[in-house]
């Protein structure tokens, strides 16, 4: 060992364990009486915000993720709070002017977050730069990434070049991010050895367990003079997740790289979490153990749940396979991005896309074009040239940092925040978080604005479920128990003989006269832009379908007249589900 120096931990159970393992579907009343005992523990940090948790809290939860850092801050006075960052894409799905990004780390900072892990999904550090800058104005910890993957063209000299533009950034740590499971325990020792000799900035190690490389990964990387290392609490660790806490702190104790921690005061902690997560086991993707076929794909632990559910959602689970082998290939003619949000969503809907079509790039979504011209910035190698040209014609492509391109700043946010309200009639106060809300997401920011007092409208809290076997559950609704029974097709037999099925779109119409374009895969209606009636071009665009967090556009075949529209904005559809007819 080179260095005798105490390992620090991070622990994630906070947010990347339940975003991998459950959907990023913690709440924070879930979380609320572990907090204590997880401040008392001495982590280097916990990871509770960021990534998806935003998101989450806004389309699904029904929670206000300013107030849920301000919460947890409030309850652990003694942990650093740390937070998963895309660069300039912030928490959305676009790039957002310097202005934007100042605002958004000087709010998060202000709620609670100390530590920043700021990445961009191509690791291009133009794209890391602003945020850096704006961590270390607010004296946060301002952390830089390294997003790991494999390819022809990822090698430790190009890690080593990175990660040296990285701190020549002013970053005060350094992160290998290795979202997918891929970095293979030697590889790591490697990696970290040279990083130990080149940087003067501490690094750390975030590993996906995904592969089973997790555990033997972090010990290489540890033996190599790493500084710090994520780990989660063994009752939310390892298949999707990362590697368990307390095995990490039992396999150093009493070497010379040992942590601080003390096992005994996880127990309550892995004990909570443990309980808490039967509540959500709907969220749970299907790997036990370690699915060695992402040794080759190299998906993510988050997306490959992603995938899954939605793939369920459709009714085309059996296509699973095959959506997963086309993954490497969209990956290679996209110029070998790493798969990280948001290139894992892009590269992940375009693989559905691909299979559940029928037909390679029939339809290519907006962001895979926006990708192809250069809006996300400098892809590791080069893309499909031939792909290029069906996908953006001669368009321009983008050489510059694609902020430069933006000339909005906070002020125009603010703006067309206050416009929004006005029209959907809303008197939401006119605070930089909301405004932060309603930038990053605009039509979801709005809804959640709208029915904040209104759970209602968000998913319904996850039931109290005390398992009675494997597939017999108590379950407690308005303090009664009922007994079910879990049957294997997803039904639900409660103990009274009646049966809970899952209801089915069975939405199919006869053709008219015309062509009845249908849903090329399962989401919900974005936007119409044509209507009934209306004469279009050939590849005009009828409406908008928004799947897996991407905009699709769904395009006329033909020129032609719309004679019907058999959806409307906010109408969930399934894979065959008619969406427009056109005759022509
Ligand atoms: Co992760």
């Not at 909005?408 to 067309?416: G, I, L, M, N």
């Not at 374009?517 to 119409?528: C, D, H, Q, S, V």
């Not at 005009?540 to 769904?554: R, S």
């Amino acid at each position: 060992m080179t260095d005798s120096k105490k390992i620090g931990v991070t622990e994630l159970v906070l947010r990347d364990a339940h975003q991998s393992l459950l959907a990023t579907r913690f709440r924070y009343s879930d979380m609320e009486s572990a907090l204590k005992d997880l401040d008392s523990v001495g982590f280097w940090s916990v990871e509770s915000w960021g990534g998806a948790i935003f998101d989450s809290c806004i389309r699904y939860l029904g929670e206000d993720p300013w107030e849920r850092i301000r919460k947890i801050k409030s309850m652990m006075p003694n942990t650093p709070q740390q937070m998963l960052l895309r660069g300039q894409n912030l928490l959305g799905y676009k790039h957002y002017s310097d202005d934007v990004v100042n605002k958004f780390v000087e709010c998060s900072k202000k709620n609670g977050v100390d530590v920043f892990r700021v990445f961009d999904a191509l690791n291009d550090t133009r794209n890391m730069h602003q945020a850096l800058q704006a961590v270390i104005g607010v004296e946060g910890h301002a952390q830089g990434t390294i997003s790991y993957t494999t390819s022809p063209v990822h090698t430790i000299d190009l890690w080593v070049d990175l990660a040296k533009r990285i701190q020549d950034m002013g970053a005060q740590s350094l992160a290998i991010k290795d979202m997918a499971g891929l970095l293979k325990p030697y590889v790591a020792f490697e990696l970290v050895s040279k990083l130990k000799d080149e940087l003067e900035i501490p690094v750390h190690l975030h590993c996906h367990a995904t592969t089973g490389f997790s555990v033997a990964t972090g010990v290489k990387a540890i033996e190599a003079g790493l500084d710090v290392i994520d780990t989660s609490i063994s009752s939310m660790s390892m298949t999707y997740g990362h590697t368990p806490t307390e095995t990490m702190i039992s396999i150093l104790d009493g070497t010379n790289r040992e942590t601080d921690l003390n096992l005994e005061k996880l127990k309550p902690i892995a004990e909570h979490f443990q309980s808490v997560r039967k509540k959500y086991k709907k969220f749970e993707g299907s790997l036990r153990g370690v699915d060695a076929r992402i040794i080759s794909s190299q998906v993510p632990g988050g997306m490959l749940t992603n995938l899954e559910n939605q793939l369920k959602a459709q009714d085309s689970i059996d296509k699973f396979d095959n959506v997963i082998k086309e993954i490497p290939k969209v990956r290679k003619e996209l110029g070998y991005i790493p798969l990280v949000t948001p290139t894992s969503q892009i590269v992940g809907t375009q693989s559905v896309i691909n299979i559940l079509s029928g037909s390679r790039y029939s339809t290519i979504t907006n962001e895979v074009k926006s990708l192809l011209k250069g809006e996300y910035g400098e892809t590791p190698a080069s893309v499909d040239k031939n792909l290029q040209q069906q996908a953006i014609g001669d368009s321009a492509v983008i050489t510059c940092r694609p902020a430069d391109l933006l000339n909005d700043d906070f002020q125009s946010a603010k703006e067309d925040f206050e416009k929004a309200m006005t029209e959907n009639n809303l008197m939401s106060e006119s605070s930089d978080e909301n405004i932060l809300i309603y930038t990053m997401f605009p039509e979801i920011g709005v809804n959640f604005l709208a029915n904040i007092d209104n759970p209602d409208y968000f998913e319904a809290e996850p039931l109290e479920i005390h398992e009675l076997t494997d597939s017999a559950y108590l379950v407690t609704v308005d303090d009664k128990e009922y007994s079910v029974t879990l049957k294997a097709d997803n039904s639900v037999v409660i103990n009274d003989g009646s049966q809970i099925n899952e209801t089915k779109s069975d939405a199919k119409v006869e053709a008219g006269l015309g062509t009845i374009i249908e849903a090329p895969l399962g989401g919900n209606i974005f936007r119409t832009i044509a209507s009934e009636g209306d004469s279009v071009e050939a590849d005009a665009t009828v409406l908008i379908l928004e799947a897996m967090k991407m905009e699709t556009e769904i395009k006329a075949p033909s020129a032609g007249i719309i004679a019907k529209i058999f959806v409307k904005p906010g109408d969930t559809v399934k894979p065959g589900n008619p969406l427009f007819e056109i005759q022509s």
